[in-house]
Each structure stands twice: as structure tokens, then as C-alpha cells.
């Protein structure tokens, strides 16, 4: 009965495997890139133009053409003139010049453009599953930075009563030692809520995943250079340019006109020889200052604008990861300062002080508060870390994946 149960019980934890690994920001990452449905939104528009441009470069489909022609209506009949028949006929339109190739290419561009679009959207959500995911590691590192101390306090707490007991202690002691440990219990529930609100945000990426416990590493990025012309932002706009500039090649095919040709069987009254006909239509831009150049303009200024917004991209780009790069430098420099010289002081200030109290040189306040000031400075250290982490994020997103500086 007992390896039964066994058994079962270990289906049932790798089926749960939440339970026995904590969610790296790596696994973070992929999962917001595996299952995104913007993403599978923005692939199968990408399919749809892919598709679109076969039948965009194809003829029109013919149409079929039924009538009577020549039919007397005073009185009616469709005997007595031996002009009157019924028609059946198939028209087939032509595109001038080279409208059909153009408005496959247009199509095929497109879907470029959104495919560039999709690239760029990826890299966004990169960004942002990770920095979500570093939204949660600061308070749950919090809240475990602050469950230690509090069992210290504990600790301190029936110590100082058995001392009270022994009337080496006074009440007031035990009271602000109370105090300090309350106080603890509701910054750990600040940092619970914020733990909750931030995975929240995670679960926007990953779903009920968001609700798995954190892997206490953080990340190990690479330091990439920038290369903003690399960037998949500035790509999909070079691809909404060669879009735009299909779409001004295929309006100054505009001017050409698009013609016709259809050819009919006209069949007529009995002892009456049947018809047949040939017809050639063809448009006539009458107007092209007021209709197509117009569109051409419409066309060139759109490009023109795209161009633009690809100069402001590229600044972005630039000044993003220049802004980045100096938090990260500045940040890098807090943090070593923190670890080589205010915690290691701090900590022995601490421990200077139970020593003096210890020996009834010092009271016990003098412990809480360097108690306190040392968890002070292991919060600031940890929000430090997670600050760097997410500049390091940041310039992820911003330079080019794979280069090194």
C-alpha cells in the first residue's frame, strides 16, 4: 500500500513541476514569447497579405453577360424585328501597364512590413515580461530579507523577558522591541501587497504561471552595443517605407489606362442568321491632375512622413540607451559601494552594539536601531540590484541581441 502511494504522490509532483522550480526570468521571458496572441495576431496578418498578393497579380475574373438587344417596345415583341436577339457575352478587364505585378508586390511588402512589425513586437514584450518579472524579485526578496529578521526579533523579544524576569531588563524595553517587531510585520505586508500586484502585472505575459515563486538569481545579461539600424523598431519602418514606395510605383501606373475586351454571341428569331460581336473598352483619365497625381502625392508625402518617423526612431533608440547605460554605471557603483563598505559597517556596528549591550554598556534601543539601519541598507541594496537588473533590460531591448561591446 505504502510504494502505492508513493508512487502516486510523485505523479502528482511532476505533474506540478510549479511546485518544485521556481520561475527563472529566463523561463519568465520565454514563456511570454511562446504564447503571446498579439503576436499570433500579428503572424497571421502577415499570412493574410502573404496570400493576398497571389491573387492580387492575377486578372480580374471575367463576367458573364445576359441581355436582349434591339427589342421593339411599341408594341412589344421579340419576333417581329429581325434586329432583336438575346445576347450572351463574357467581358474581361485588363489592367494597364503593370498594375498586376505592382499590386502583388504591394501585397507581398506588406506583408514584410507586418512580419518586421511582429519582430519588433517581440523584442517589446521581452522587455516587458522581464521587467515585470523583476517587479515581483524585489518585494519577494523583501519579504524573505524581512521573515529573517523577524525571527530575530522574536528571538530578542523573549530574551528581553526572561532578562525582565530576572530584573535586569526594563518593561519599556520589552515594549520597544514589541514595537520594532510589529513594525516589521507591516512592511512585510507593504511588500505582500506589492508582490501581489506586481505578479498580477507578470500574469499580463505569462498567465497563472505569474503566480510561481521566483528564482532568487537574477538574470545574467549580455551587454550588447547599440546598433539602431539593426533595431527590430527601425526595420519595420524601413519595411513600411519599401511599402509606401510600392504603393507610389503602382499609382503612377494610375495614368495607364485599364481597357476591356468582350466578345458576344447574339442569337436572333428563326430564318434570322445568328450575331456575334467583338467589343474594346478602355478608361480614359480625363482628369489626372485632380484624381491620380493626387494620389501619387498622397503616396510620396506618407513615404516622406515614414522617413521621418524612422529619424525620431532612431534618436529614441540612441537616447534610450545612453540614458540606460549611465543608470546601469551609476547603479553598478552604489551597489559596490553598498556591498565593500556601508553593509560590512553597518554589520559590524551592529554587532559592536550587542556586545556593549551585552555587557550593560548599551541599552537595548541602541540594538533596534542598528538593527534597523542595517535593514535599511539590505532593502536599499536589494532595489539597487533589481534597478540595475531592469537598466540592463533596458539596454537589451535597445541595442542589437548578440553583439558585444
Known amino acids: 500500500m505504502f510504494p502505492r502511494m508513493l508512487f502516486l504522490l510523485s505523479i502528482w509532483l511532476w505533474s506540478l513541476p510549479s511546485l518544485a522550480q521556481p520561475l527563472t526570468f529566463d523561463e519568465a521571458v520565454n514563456l511570454a514569447q511562446a504564447a503571446q496572441p498579439l503576436l499570433q495576431s500579428q503572424h497571421a496578418s502577415a499570412r493574410a497579405d502573404q496570400e493576398r498578393a497571389l491573387a492580387e497579380s492575377q486578372l480580374p475574373d471575367p463576367r458573364l453577360k445576359l441581355g436582349l438587344v434591339n427589342v421593339p417596345y411599341a408594341p412589344f415583341s421579340l419576333t417581329r424585328e429581325p434586329m432583336t436577339q438575346a445576347m450572351v457575352g463574357i467581358e474581361q478587364s485588363i489592367p494597364g501597364g ?17 512580419s518586421a512589425e511582429g519582430d519588433a513586437i517581440q523584442r517589446t514584450i521581452k522587455r516587458d515580461a ?3 518579472w523583476l517587479d515581483v524579485w524585489y518585494p519577494q526578496k523583501a519579504q524573505e530579507h524581512l521573515a529573517a529578521l523577524q525571527q530575530e526579533y522574536q528571538y530578542q523579544i523573549d530574551a528581553e523577558r526572561l532578562r525582565l524576569a530576572a530584573g535586569l531588563s526594563e518593561q519599556k524595553d520589552v515594549l520597544a522591541a514589541q514595537v520594532q517587531l510589529e513594525m516589521l510585520q507591516d512592511r512585510t505586508a507593504e511588500f505582500s501587497s506589492q508582490t501581489a500586484k506586481a505578479r498580477a502585472g507578470l500574469a499580463r505575459w505569462i498567465g497563472d504561471a505569474a503566480q510561481r515563486e521566483l528564482s532568487s538569481a537574477l538574470p545574467a545579461l549580455k ?29 503612377r501606373e494610375a495614368v495607364k489606362p485599364d481597357w476591356s475586351v468582350e466578345v458576344g454571341y447574339g442569337a436572333r428569331a428563326a430564318g434570322q442568321s445568328d450575331m456575334l460581336s467583338v467589343q474594346f473598352g478602355i478608361d480614359l483619365p480625363v482628369a489626372p491632375a485632380q484624381r491620380q497625381d493626387k494620389q501619387l502625392a498622397a503616396r510620396l508625402a506618407e513615404a516622406e512622413a515614414m522617413r521621418a518617423q524612422r529619424e525620431d526612431q532612431m534618436r529614441v533608440l540612441q537616447s534610450g540607451w545612453q540614458i540606460a547605460h549611465a543608470e546601469r554605471e551609476s547603479l553598478i557603483g552604489r551597489i559596490s559601494r553598498f556591498e565593500q563598505s556601508i553593509l560590512p559597517t553597518l554589520k559590524q556596528r551592529t554587532e559592536a552594539t550587542l556586545v556593549s549591550y551585552r555587557n550593560g554598556k548599551a541599552e537595548l534601543a541602541s540594538v533596534l536601531e542598528a538593527r ?3 535593514l535599511d541598507a539590505g532593502l536599499q541594496l536589494l532595489a539597487l540590484q533589481a534597478a540595475a537588473a531592469k537598466a540592463e533590460v533596458q539596454l537589451e531591448y535597445y541595442a542589437m541581441e548578440g553583439t558585444q561591446p
Not at 225 to 251: F, G, N, R, Y
Open 223 to 251: 551587454m550588447a552595443t547599440p546598433q539602431p539600424d539593426h533595431h527590430p523598431q527601425v526595420i519595420a519602418l524601413d519595411k513600411s517605407i519599401a511599402a509606401l514606395d510600392k504603393e507610389a510605383e503602382l499609382a
Open 98 to 114: 503593370d498594375k498586376r505585378r505592382l499590386r502583388g508586390e504591394v501585397a507581398l511588402a506588406g506583408a514584410a512590413q507586418k
Open 130 to 132: 522581464g521587467l515585470a
Open 372 to 374: 534597523r539601519a542595517e
